[in-house]
């Protein structure tokens, strides 16, 4: 079974910047799609990206259109996330989620995914 593990979380004050990726551990797949998803104290878990695989076609939430960025290495089979202006409001677990095969669900859904990361805290200070 292939692991996803995500990293690069941590704790920053409103307007500073991290970088998130999710890296696959164990046997080598072909992808469709990753995603990263958030979910804080509460709440259900939300899109945050997604990102095709051939192409590169990507997918953000309106909140965070102009502040993060989604990008893929496709030597390595990994994914990042680029969280730039960051505000208190984006506080919440960070997961990383695979889709194997195309399907017609949209990637704003976690049921188009197919595997999980185990999520990495991002805190955001006021």
């Known amino acids: 079974q292939v692991q996803l593990v995500e990293s690069g979380g941590g704790l920053v004050q409103a307007g500073g910047s991290l970088t998130l990726s999710c890296a696959a551990s164990g046997r080598t797949f072909s992808s469709s799609a990753m995603g990263w998803f958030r979910q804080a104290p509460g709440k259900e878990r939300e899109s945050v990206a997604a990102?095709?695989?051939?192409?590169?076609?990507?997918y953000y939430t309106d909140s965070v259109k102009g502040r993060f960025t989604i990008s893929r290495d496709n030597t390595k089979n990994t994914v990042s996330l680029q969280m730039n202006s960051l505000k208190p409001e984006d506080t919440a677990v960070y997961y990383c989620?695979?889709?194997?095969?195309?399907?017609?669900?949209?990637?704003?859904?976690?049921?188009?995914?197919?595997?999980w990361g185990q999520g990495t805290q991002v805190t955001v200070s006021s």
């Open positions: 989620a695979v889709q194997y095969r195309d399907r017609p669900t949209s990637l704003r859904n976690v049921y188009a995914y197919d595997s």
């Open positions: 990102i095709r695989w051939s192409g590169g076609r990507t």
